[in-house]
């Protein structure tokens, strides 16, 4: 079955460093990948998508990659503040359909 | 707000009761999602309504029975639920269900079956 790996540790960094996110997918090439950020008690907002053919795109301070080789998406967020400490999920479609499934999610503690 | 409103934000329910969770949105959006987060979990898929038609009803219990009756309008009706179906279940809607469009979740309602 297809399932989407994002490290369940929480990644702790310093203020003004760049946080790099990893999102590992198995047995399905999607057609493309979507990021959200999700603060407690809140749901999911929608960040970035990007396709198989992209395999950069950028954001104001945020960007993700995309290498369909590696199976996995990156994504980056530069001069990271204490207000991006969130959890952040990763996307995409299940088999051809529209159906998204999710991945449990890496939370980003950024320290002041 | 997200554009995605829904109600209640917090609702306690023994195994007996009937209870609805609402969600409304005005974004135009023609598709709607009702997701299940439970702690350390992926969210899982529930049911999808495309332009009010149910497209999808991911295996889920019959205890959760949805309805959508217009395109801004979906409702969760559950009725004699188990302790396990504690969670947050997080309502979402999207322009369209394919082509890669952006899911807007509501801020969910977190259950608790005692």
């Known amino acids: 079955s297809q399932k989407i790996e994002q490290n369940s540790e929480a990644l702790n960094i310093q203020e003004g460093k760049t946080a790099t996110l990893t999102c590992n997918y198995t047995?399905?090439?999607?057609?493309?990948l979507q990021w959200y950020r999700q603060d407690p008690g809140r749901g999911p907002v929608f960040l970035l998508l990007?396709?198989?053919?992209?395999k950069e795109k950028r954001k104001e301070r945020l960007k993700v990659t995309f290498d369909t080789t590696l199976k996995q998406s990156l994504f980056h967020i530069t001069a990271s503040q204490p207000a991006d400490s969130a959890t952040y999920l990763c996307?995409?479609?299940?088999?051809?359909?529209?159906?998204?499934?999710f991945g449990s999610g890496t939370r980003l503690l950024v320290r002041p | 707000e997200t554009g995605v409103t829904q109600t209640p934000r917090h609702l306690v329910m023994g195994m007996t009761n009937k209870k609805s969770l609402k969600c409304e949105q005005h974004?135009?959006?023609?598709?709607m999602y009702w997701y299940k987060q439970s702690a350390k979990k992926p969210l899982e898929l529930m049911f999808v309504?495309?332009?009010?038609?149910?497209?999808e009803n991911n295996s889920v219990p019959s205890r959760f029975s949805p309805e959508c009756p217009n395109s801004s309008h979906l409702f969760l009706h559950l009725h004699t639920l188990q302790p396990e179906d504690s969670a947050l279940y997080l309502c979402?809607?999207?322009?369209?269900?394919?082509?890669?469009?952006?899911?807007?979740f509501g801020s969910g309602t977190r259950l608790t079956v005692v």
């Open positions: 047995n399905y090439s999607p057609a493309y």
């Open positions: 979402a809607s999207s322009q369209d269900t394919g082509a890669g469009y952006g899911y807007t």
């Open positions: 974004l135009g959006h023609n598709a």
């Open positions: 990007i396709r198989e053919n992209e």
């Open positions: 996307a995409h479609p299940m088999d051809s359909s529209y159906k998204l499934i």
């Open positions: 309504y495309s332009l009010e038609e149910r497209v």
